[in-house]
């Protein structure tokens, strides 16, 4: 039997409505990490095979192909750049969790309602949070596409002289 009063339940009546989307939550942050963690990865990988197949491709095609060059060397910094971003944005962070030893330690001695109320509370505070870190990533993300942008423009203006 729960120990809540009939103040509780009018006031919070959809506690154990809410309680059921805890876990909810917890998942679609940790699929949401995983997936700007995917587009990051996807990201460098493009990248680096770009970086690799485009001057190759150049020197084939053009045997005058001036490797030093500014646009060259711009397109390089701009990799350089967009590996380091894209390093620095796989490595910030990591997803915020309802810890069981804080359970253990912190809310044991609560009733079942009241528990509930509280975990309730707990993950919409790490939801908060895990959505500032997906976001920040999210503009690692877009930092790297600039970048990439920057890099084959002067790939493209570097081929072209």
């Given amino acids: 039997m729960e120990n809540k009063t009939d103040a509780d339940t009018s006031?919070?009546?959809?506690?154990?409505?809410?309680?059921?989307?805890?876990?909810?939550?917890?998942?679609?942050m940790v699929t949401r990490f995983e997936a700007i963690n995917s587009k990051i990865q996807g990201l460098l990988t493009f990248a680096a095979t770009i970086t690799a197949a485009l001057p190759i491709i150049a020197k084939a095609i053009f045997s005058d192909t001036n490797f030093s060059s500014p646009c060259f060397y711009v397109a390089m910094a701009a990799f350089v750049f967009l590996v380091i971003t894209g390093i620095a944005g796989l490595r910030i962070g990591s997803i915020t969790l309802l810890s069981p030893k804080m359970l253990y330690d912190k809310y044991l001695h609560y009733s079942h309602w009241e528990f509930k109320?509280?975990?309730?509370?707990?993950?919409g505070e790490h939801f908060n949070e895990n959505k500032k870190l997906i976001d920040k990533k999210a503009h690692f993300r877009d930092a790297m596409t600039i970048f990439l942008l920057i890099e084959i423009l002067c790939i493209c203006f570097w081929i072209v002289k």
């Fill in 117 to 123: 109320q509280m975990v309730i509370y707990w993950a």
């Fill in 11 to 28: 006031q919070y009546p959809s506690v154990d409505l809410a309680y059921d989307f805890v876990k909810s939550s917890y998942d679609w």
